[in-house]
């Protein structure tokens, strides 16, 4: 499948994304691509989030593809059960964050517990950092594995963000380009 072909709709996580993260370059550069806003990037609620995204998949005029990061990737999960049969053609998932263990996470963002663990009805790549402080590797590894997803091990990558001097990641930008010629 070509970018042309579908509509890609970004999910930033908490505190959305910065205009030097990646997910924010990707809606620029990439033409069908739209980052699906949130009403409070800040004090998130599930009801709210995984509404937004499954408003975006029901408006979307053509096959959707899902690039997630971080509470995005748990939002776009739970919203999955919304989503009319075959409308979402594959999804891209960066830096899930543990939300059932990792510490420190604000409680807005422990609301979204649990994670949901059935599979997917779609194809999906999980990005995953061996030094992400909100995930351990082999719990990304458990999710990928319970959602039937592709795991791609990002080695030492932080939480894939601009912290982690993944600006612009032209990396991910080939991971997605891999994996919509499979689709």
Request: hydrophobic share 45%.
């Amino acid at each position: 499948m070509k970018t042309a072909d579908c509509d890609i709709l970004i999910l930033p996580g908490l505190s959305g994304s910065e205009e030097e993260h990646w997910q924010a370059r990707w809606a620029g550069r990439l033409s069908t691509g739209r980052i699906v806003e949130q009403d409070d990037w800040h004090e998130p609620t599930p009801a709210a989030w995984c509404g937004r995204i499954a408003q975006a998949v029901a408006a979307a005029t053509r096959p959707v593809i899902l690039i997630a990061h971080s509470l995005g990737v748990v939002a776009a999960v739970e919203a999955v059960p919304s989503f009319a049969e075959g409308v979402v053609r594959g999804a891209v998932f960066v830096a899930l964050p543990d939300i059932e263990r990792a510490p420190g996470l604000p409680e807005s963002v422990r609301a979204f517990a649990p994670i949901p663990r059935d599979p997917l009805p779609f194809p999906s790549l999980v990005v995953a950092s061996r030094t992400d402080p909100y995930c351990a590797y082999e719990r990304a590894e458990d999710f990928a594995y319970a959602w039937g997803a592709a795991l791609v091990d990002a080695g030492e990558s932080g939480h894939i963000n601009v912290a982690s001097g993944h600006g612009p990641w032209p990396e991910g930008l080939m991971r997605l380009a891999g994996f919509m010629k499979n689709l």
